[in-house]
């Protein structure tokens, strides 16, 4: 190995390590202060002893146990699920355009949410997080059904095509429907919704999901940056690589079903931050993997807390402020000579 | 490649003779359907010159320019995204990845949340204001992704689709936030514009098309063998002789230019831009000299199809065309990716 490269790899460890360390403790500081501000500002110390001395008769206790702190896990959780997701995705598909929502999940998220909406208006809350991990679970099937029963096999282009096919006919479906049965603005305003109103209990229904999700892609990771390279080196240095990509849609199931079904549609996380990961830490996705995480959790967690004070009272749709953080940084990096996929 | 030469080009013969009888077919169809239906006597009565007054009006003034409209505006974003994904060799790429649809998009968001209720929207000049409004924002964000993808006088691939992701989430973001601050009618008339629909029934509008298409696709067919090159890579392109940079960004311009000004008459439509070159390549092989011809008829079969069902199948109520187009187009698409290889 030639020697400069053995120091950029170096230095791509050092740059990772630093990510993870020091992501982490930015996380703490920031869901701290994501449980500060607000509508009604709790000082420090109240937000402390409502976690460590939760009395139910203070207001300011339930306030951050029922509302602030579900909202501050929520962001995190959903935005290292949607980052890990789009890393898996872009490793496996080898294509810069792919991500979570390529594979049909928020697409079939959508239909079956947008069914429900139509078939059973007064639908509760955890009724829909039901049909939206169904719906996931449907588009993934069909995508991954589809790419698997063609001659040939899977293969990364004929995955992302059948995913934007799907993606396509699915997206397109449930418009109709919302047009048709007049409920496109309450699917629109699911879609989003973002985190503010997510419950504790909600979070703990997809948790173990979004876990198990993170658990594989980190023992998948290895196998992942050799798919990357691509499937013939893949399956010559020994791989089976469609247990790979059958684990890995798994995977992207799992972490982008349970996102979508809390905070509803927020692409940029799941296509960017991946991106920006491998700017940073180089090709390696034993590192891309829970940079991404650490990244993608502190980028959602920072637009939450913008898109409530952006425009106080009233809140700025997540996704949005999201992509308003990212832009900038991402064309910078995308300017910058030197890193290709 | 077993094919001999002949048998494809008897294949290239007998698909442009389908699609060319398909379209005719499809024409009468189109003028036969509708709210008020016209019976196939009195439709070659009054393109004969000898109908009603009241037929006369029905098909002279608004079916036929809408038919047309409908297809020129089918092939003109389906050769932009024929050239597109030629250009930046990468087989998912569509006019949406310029930035074409979202900045369309975000502008006519625009226009009608500042000008709601106002004479300016309900007047007569705003049939023309809105395209307009299309068109700018349309070249507006191409010009945006391609200057930031300049870089030392070079705008590689990779630069270009990265570039175009991150412009592309800006405004989309930009449009949400918009989209959810406005009248639930306005609303509902900017997803039917989103979803891609042909509203200019009006002659001024296919006068003002025609150029644009008839200049810019037989212009892309001549250069059809440069797409064949730049397809390849970079270096192969070099190799050959080609003027890579001078070329790409003459094809990139006619690409926007087209995708521009279907956009503006006909709404969100670019999943049409994504599947028609696949279909025409997967049925007649990779030179360009004839998928582009091929790509052409296909995209205006699919559209005018598209569009005439889209009118009849809730009637009165019209379905954006958009929708029709991925509902119809996807699964014949996701048949053609299973069965070839």
């Keep these: ?341 | 490649m077993n094919h001999s030469l002949s048998k494809d080009k008897r294949k290239f013969k007998i698909l442009m003779a389908t699609t060319s009888i398909l379209i005719v077919l499809m024409f009468f169809l189109s003028i036969n359907a509708g709210f008020i239906s016209i019976p196939f006597k009195e439709v070659i009565d009054t393109l004969l010159g000898k109908g009603t007054e009241h037929n006369e009006l029905t098909i002279f003034s608004f079916r036929l320019p809408r038919i047309i409209l409908a297809l020129l505006v089918g092939m003109g974003i389906s050769i932009s995204g024929a050239i597109l994904q030629g250009i930046s060799q990468n087989p998912l790429a569509d006019p949406g990845i310029l930035g074409i649809n979202s900045g369309a998009g975000f502008a006519v968001v625009l226009y009608m949340f500042f000008f709601q209720g106002t004479t300016f929207l309900t007047g007569a000049l705003s049939i023309f204001i809105m395209p307009a409004a299309a068109l700018i924002g349309a070249f507006a964000a191409a010009i945006l992704i391609y200057a930031i993808s300049w870089k030392k006088g070079r705008v590689t691939p990779v630069r270009l689709l990265l570039v175009g992701i991150g412009i592309n989430s800006a405004f989309s973001a930009g449009l949400i936030v918009f989209q959810m601050k406005m009248e639930p009618i306005d609303f509902m008339k900017a997803i039917i514009w989103l979803s891609g629909t042909i509203w200019g029934t009006n002659w001024t509008f296919v006068l003002a098309l025609l150029p644009w298409i008839f200049i810019l696709i037989p212009l892309t067919i001549y250069k059809s063998r440069y797409l064949d090159v730049l397809r390849l890579s970079d270096p192969i392109a070099i190799s050959v002789g080609v003027d890579i940079e001078r070329e790409r960004r003459i094809l990139l311009f006619i690409s926007v230019a087209l995708a521009g000004a279907c956009v503006s008459v006909g709404g969100g439509i670019t999943f049409l831009g994504l599947i028609a070159p696949h279909i025409a390549r997967r049925l007649i092989g990779a030179r360009h000299a004839k998928i582009l011809p091929a790509t052409a008829l296909i995209g205006g079969l699919l559209l005018l199809s598209a569009d005439t069902l889209g009118r009849v199948i809730m009637a009165p109520m019209e379905l954006p065309v958009g929708l029709v187009v991925s509902i119809l187009g996807a699964p014949y698409f996701i048949y053609l990716l299973v069965k070839t290889v």
Excluded at chain 1, 148 to 153: D, E, I, T, V, W
Excluded at chain 1, 248 to 253: H, N, P, R
Excluded at chain 1, 274 to 292: K, M, Q, T
Excluded at chain 1, 329 to 340: C, I
Aim: net charge positive.
């Design chain 1, 1 to 341: 190995m030639p020697k400069n490269t053995q120091n950029e790899l170096h230095s791509n460890y050092l740059i990772g390590t630093i990510i993870l360390i020091g992501g982490g403790v930015l996380l703490f500081f920031t869901m701290i202060s994501s449980i500060h501000f607000g509508a009604a500002d709790l000082s420090f110390k109240s937000v402390w002893e409502a976690i460590f001395s939760y009395d139910g008769d203070k207001s300011s206790h339930v306030i951050v146990r029922e509302l602030r702190l579900p909202r501050a896990l929520a962001a995190v959780t959903v935005g290292a699920a949607l980052a890990v997701a789009g890393a898996i995705m872009q490793g496996m598909t080898r294509n810069p355009l792919a991500s979570p929502s390529i594979m049909g999940v928020t697409a079939g998220s959508s239909f079956l949410i947008a069914i429900a909406f139509a078939i059973f208006p007064a639908i509760s809350y955890t009724g829909l997080i039901s049909f939206s991990f169904l719906g996931a679970a449907l588009g993934t099937i069909l995508v991954f059904g589809i790419s698997s029963l063609s001659k040939g096999g899977i293969t990364p282009v004929k995955l992302a095509l059948a995913g934007s096919a799907i993606t396509s006919l699915l997206s397109s479906l449930s418009t109709a429907i919302g047009i048709r049965f007049n409920v496109s603005k309450d699917i629109s305003y699911w879609y989003a919704g973002g985190v503010s109103a997510v419950q504790m209990e909600q979070l703990m229904y997809v948790a173990p999901f979004v876990l198990a999700g993170l658990i594989l892609a980190i023992i998948l990771s290895r196998s992942i940056s050799i798919l990357s390279l691509g499937e013939d080196i893949a399956k010559g240095l020994g791989q089976n690589t469609g247990v790979v990509k059958f684990l890995g849609t798994i995977t992207v199931l799992f972490l982008t079903g349970a996102a979508v079904s809390v905070a509803g549609m927020i692409g940029f996380v799941g296509l960017v931050i991946p991106h920006i990961a491998r700017f940073l830490v180089g090709v390696d996705y034993r590192w891309i993997i829970p940079c991404s995480a650490v990244l993608g959790g502190l980028l959602l967690l920072v637009a939450d807390i913008a898109s409530r004070l952006l425009n106080a009272p009233f809140e700025t749709p997540v996704g949005a402020v999201t992509a308003i953080i990212g832009v900038p940084f991402f064309l910078y990096l995308a300017r910058k000579e030197g890193r290709e996929l």
